[in-house]
């Protein structure tokens, strides 16, 4: 057995477009999908995002970006 360190590539692109459209994102839903722990998706999605992240925790929860709930908040008040 190796220890050598897995690649992981993420399309963040994608996952920024999916909190956009109002899709609820979660941590454990992306670990699965690229086959990661749920800490190491964590730390992939801080690293990349930043302080622009949140993760909001409960049934409703998932990922949150606070560029798009900017933007989510404008589109309200200008309806």
Known sequence: MSNAL?????????????????????TKDLA???M????????LLENHFGP????????TGGIVLDGVAAAADVAAVAE
């Open 32 to 34: 699965k999908a690229y």
């Open 6 to 26: 897995k690649t992981v590539v993420v399309d963040f692109g994608s996952i920024e477009d999916a909190v956009a459209n109002g899709k609820r994102v979660t």
């Open 36 to 43: 990661v722990s749920p800490v190491t998706m964590r730390n």
């Open 52 to 59: 622009r992240i949140g993760f909001k925790r409960g049934r």
